[in-house]
């Protein structure tokens, strides 16, 4: 069985941080980039952040660079969200999903190009 599994969510205040951690399953996320999305109450499913298989390139959505910072640890399989300053706009539930390329090509902010997903983890911020 193949899953992915996102976790490390929680209740913090404005400013604060939160580390979230991928891990998977049947499936080696070294070999292909990974990607963290997150959906708001009520919106669709955004793209957050991304790295290739790598490591060595990421990319960030424009609401969060500078704040948060997506690494990969090879060895344990694991890539992780490191989240700081935390806005309350940041409240949703993310995850974390396996990209059908080892690499980003054009299409790395869209959902449709992730195969394998997390089932999601809950980040609420308060103000």
């Known amino acids: 069985e193949v899953a992915a599994a996102g976790a490390g969510g929680g209740l913090v205040q404005t400013g604060g941080s939160l580390r979230l951690s991928c891990t998977a399953s049947?499936?080696?996320?070294?070999?292909?980039?990974t990607g963290w999305f997150r959906q708001k109450s009520g919106q669709e499913r955004e793209f957050v952040a991304a790295i290739v298989w790598s490591g060595t390139v990421t990319r960030y959505t424009d609401a969060v660079k500078g704040r948060f910072l997506i690494s990969r640890d090879s060895a344990k399989n694991t890539v992780s969200l490191q989240m700081n300053n935390l806005k309350t706009e940041d409240t949703a539930i993310y995850f974390c999903?396996?990209?059908?390329?080892?690499?980003?090509?054009?299409?790395?902010?869209?959902?449709?190009?992730?195969?394998?997903w997390g089932q999601g983890t809950l980040v609420t911020v308060s103000s």
């Open positions: 999903a396996s990209y059908q390329h080892p690499y980003l090509d054009g299409s790395y902010y869209s959902a449709e190009g992730y195969t394998y």
């Open positions: 049947g499936l080696t996320l070294n070999s292909y980039a």
